[in-house]
């Protein structure tokens, strides 16, 4: 008998059909013995349909009136929630994020999770209830309804089985699972058995848009073990886990891309100390982060230095960039927006030596030119131009996934 | 400089669009230098549209949880009415009942006010701001979300402006006062200036739907000075006010029909003691409200027995009756629903007489037979035939109002 927090997505919530098919999910856990936790997101199209209403009032709608606004989506879905448990027999009660209540800080539109009290929660499970929380959702100490962002949902799933010391969390979702690459892009990229939080977060915050990063943190922080499954069918999905879970540390866990990012190059900037701290200052001043810094040798007292931004900033780095290459006296500054970072990504990299070697060689074969590089422990990532994206990501998947031995799915 | 609750309901926030009329009243009554403390109902259609989804999923749907989903109607407004009024420039937060809070019983769909914290709603207002808070909705002392029935946001308003001590409470609503009848019935309906509490409940509980009773009741407890009025207009409305304020107390003040009753008939009952304690506690077991008893005079040891109840009750009432009538040996049970209840109402009844009689006569001077009369200190009610309903309002309201002369808004 085990302590289950499963999390309903929107598209899982997105009918009164769906959310019976939900329910059934959840009463069959319960019957065979486990304590369960719902947490639900408001049904598909809720939010945006909030989102749009507040837009019309006021262009950058007030953020705790936004919070005020978009939880009311999770609160309907909830109480629809219980009432067809209810309907099945089952005992349910819907709780909103400051009922848990769920505490987080002042940061409307994006808190942070402070604390969570059990109390109320393990009362209802003892007498044999199952609590359906409002995800994305909390409150402040003050009493002030906050959400927790894009994809919270999962964050309050992953922070509630935390505070519930829960077996595991299960997230109910679209996908079934995580996989080595995207499946539209690698028609044989494979389904994960397991996976790191490292590696989920490397994955995640390029590109694959599985979970919230913020979630995998999470479960990463407090030892949550989370399992990413289809609500539309009973396959296994895969598993984020404890690095010390996984046994084969393989050199490449997967490979992502990512075209969110735009890159500046500043023509034959003078080549004196302090040129680069200037003009890193200044963006760093706007809070706009900077990835992927190239700068070419010196010639005849002269360089040229590139970067990436994320294409959200792009427009305000522009404008800064072009007031600070006037001032150091350089030529001009070029933007370039058909750019891709093609990743891999691997706990096993650690060790496993010339997987950049072989990464650079498999661009090469294609005759994909390498326009800036960067690395973690965990990764490696190339800028390259986005023509070439699918065929980079397809490339690097048949060399170091299709064509290594790890364990997927199935393959035991 | 005053302190004024002002209540918008569900058509007065239907749209965007009515919202910022509604916002754009409030925002000039601040900028005169009152304090305003602002309470919204759901936009019009919300509510009923969160019914019939509850009732897809459950066709009882469990009170709790109707309660949780019904709520986020006014939450939803109160957002909205927020955002509209910044935009203008206006300070405002928006309050859900948990918030501020309105703490009530635990009879979900129909709580009752217990208290009301004004702590919060002060610190607001002394900073400027203009609370914008969610009718309709409360929550006990455990935390539980709950409703107060339809039309509950009027009470809001008004146990609010009690808790406040506010100088008065206006209720914007789709209609522009009360009137003197149905000016849907009678084209010479007049608008009244004021109306005693006492009034507007004998009206309220008759069939005028404009304030929901309750509000009405918790006006007159706390001596809550109430402005019914039209947000589509600038024009003044009706006051609700305490006798004491009503200068002339003129006989009729209202001429009021309900069609919602049905009378039965229990014929040849034996003319003996404790019979008709039978009859009535049999309904009254039943929870079911008997009204205008008449019993015939009694022939050969039998009399006939009529009274009316509510059309809801009807069926049930039917079924308890016939059982009832075998056993006391009743001949039988007849039920006529073509009835309606005519009604006339005015404080100054008191003192006036021949109010009844002057009433009898106008029925039999349309050749209006009389079924049943009930009376309060300050009401005289006919049943009549139901087809007689209009004619009998125009001509009560051209004998008792019509030809009298009462202080109507204009008048002076």
């Excluded at 940061?107 to 402070?114: D, N, S, Y």
């Excluded at 935390?162 to 996908?175: G, H, N, Q, R």
């Excluded at 990764?379 to 290594?404: G, M, P, Q, W």
Aim: neutral net charge; contains cysteine.
């Amino acid at each position: 008998m085990a302590l289950i927090v499963q999390k309903f997505g929107g598209t899982s919530v997105g009918s009164l059909e769906r959310i019976e098919n939900a329910a059934r999910r959840v009463a069959q856990a319960k019957k065979r013995g486990h304590d369960i936790v719902v947490v639900s997101s408001a049904m598909a199209g809720t939010t945006d349909r909030l989102i749009s209403l507040a837009k019309e009032v006021q262009p950058f709608p007030n953020p705790r009136e936004l919070d005020m606004l978009l939880a009311t989506g999770e609160q309907q879905a909830i109480a629809l929630f219980a009432m067809t448990l209810q309907r099945m027999g089952v005992k349910a009660v819907s709780l909103c994020g400051w009922q848990v209540p769920v505490i987080t800080d002042d940061v409307h539109t994006k808190a942070r999770i402070k604390e969570i009290h059990t109390r109320k929660l393990k009362e209802l499970l003892s007498k044999g209830y199952i609590p359906i929380v409002a995800g994305f959702q909390g409150v402040t100490k003050e009493g002030e309804i906050t959400t927790l962002g894009r994809g919270g949902s999962d964050t309050s799933a992953v922070a509630l089985a935390a505070a519930l010391k829960a077996d595991f969390c299960e997230i109910y979702t679209d996908v079934d699972g995580i996989y080595t690459a995207d499946p539209r892009i690698v028609p044989n990229a494979r389904k994960l058995e397991k996976i790191a939080y490292e590696e989920m977060l490397e994955l995640a915050s390029l590109g694959a848009k599985v979970m919230q990063i913020r979630s995998v943190e999470f479960g990463s922080k407090y030892g949550v073990r989370i399992h990413v499954r289809s609500s539309f069918s009973e396959e296994e999905g895969s598993w984020i886990v404890p690095e010390e879970e996984i046994m084969e540390k393989i050199a490449v866990r997967g490979i992502t891309s990512t075209d969110k990012e735009v890159q500046f190059t500043i023509v034959k900037v003078p080549d004196k100390p302090g040129i680069a701290a200037k003009i890193f200052k200044a963006l760093g001043d706007a809070h706009i982060a900077v990835d992927m810094i190239v700068q070419t040798v010196s010639v005849n007292g002269y360089t040229d230095m590139s970067f990436t931004v994320s294409e959200n900033d792009a427009p305000l780095a522009k404008e800064i960039l072009e007031k600070v290459a006037k001032e150091i006296g350089a030529e001009k500054v070029l933007m370039d927006p058909d750019v891709s970072k093609v990743s891999v990504v691997g706990l096993g990299m650690r060790s496993a030596y010339g997987v950049a070697g072989k990464m650079f060689d498999v661009l090469a074969k294609h005759n994909i030119n390498i326009k800036a590089i960067s690395t973690s422990e965990i990764r490696i990532s190339c800028l390259i131009a986005r023509k070439y994206t699918e065929l980079a990501v397809r490339a690097l998947h048949e060399a170091f996934i299709e064509n290594d031995k790890v364990n997927f799915v199935g393959d035991k």
